[in-house]
Antibody, heavy 121, light 112 residues
Framework: QVQLVQSGAEVKEPGASVKVSCKAS????????INWVRQATGQGLEWMGW????????DYAQRFQGRVTFTRNTSVSTAYMELSSLRSEDTAVYYC??????????????WGQGALVTVST | QSVLTQPPSVSGAPGQRVTISCTGS?????????VHWYQQLPGTAPKLLIY???NRPSGVPDRFSGSKSGTSASLAITGLQAEDEADYYC????????????FGGGTKLIVL
């Protein structure tokens, strides 16, 4: 069965960077784009961007450009999201989500369990 | 402010039918892009509920249905059950924002 398992919670100081991992299993990692979505406590979902695991191509939402980087290691079927210059407003749960094969454009058919990132002094 | 507008909350009694609206514009839903719906139970990750406007993934009960018309979409839930109490999000694509997938602000469904 398809699973996306994310790394654990992190606490970072303002100005630092955080790197969250997302390990895929149950399907061929390079065949589906991985998207990243975040959710601040009590708030809605916010799309951050996507990565094609086969080519490494990425596209970032405008508000995160210059501050976020998506990478992958195909040998271990893992995608990574790194967010830099952290500020308190970045405190949120970060989800990875697999892009579906259906729809135009497709939605997200499987989600990781989420990784809480807390930015605090 | 979300690009797609949803009511903050809706409520209904067990067994009733409720609908959740998702209002967009000519640059997203009105441009013909598909709408997808997600259910987020408390403390869990979102789950795909409806894809491509009106299709249910395997395992989703047929009590859930989706529709789309013009610049809006709707999620309908019939035979409301206590376990349906959750947050629901619509999602589409907006061509004013390069490559951007967009979510509605979310709707809290309260089962009375």
């Amino acid at each position: 069965q398809v699973q996306l398992v994310q790394s654990g919670a992190e606490v970072k100081e303002p100005g630092a960077s955080v790197k969250v991992s997302c390990k895929a299993s149950g399907y061929t990692f390079t065949r589906s784009d991985i998207n990243w979505v975040r959710q601040a406590t009590g708030q809605g979902l916010e799309w951050m961007g996507w990565m094609n695991p086969k080519s490494g191509n990425t596209d970032y939402a405008q508000r995160f450009q210059g501050r976020v980087t998506f990478t992958r290691n195909t040998s271990v079927s893992t995608a990574y999201m790194e967010l830099s210059s952290l500020r308190s407003e970045d405190t949120a749960v970060y989800y990875c989500a697999r892009q579906s094969a259906s729809g135009w454009p497709p939605g997200f058919d499987y989600w990781g369990q989420g990784a809480l990132v807390t930015v605090s002094t | 402010q979300s690009v797609l507008t949803q009511p903050p909350s809706v409520s209904g009694a067990p067994g009733q039918r409720v609908t959740i609206s998702c209002t967009g514009s000519s640059s997203n839903i009105g441009a013909g892009y598909d709408v997808h719906w997600y259910q987020q139970l408390p403390g869990t990750a979102p789950k795909l509920l409806i894809y491509g406007n009106n299709n249910r993934p395997s395992g989703v009960p047929d009590r859930f249905s989706g529709s789309k018309s013009g610049t809006s979409a709707s999620l309908a839930i019939t035979g409301l059950q206590a376990e349906d109490e959750a947050d629901y999000y619509c999602q589409s694509y907006d061509d004013r924002l390069s490559g951007s997938k967009v979510f509605g602000g979310g709707t809290k469904l309260i089962v009375l």
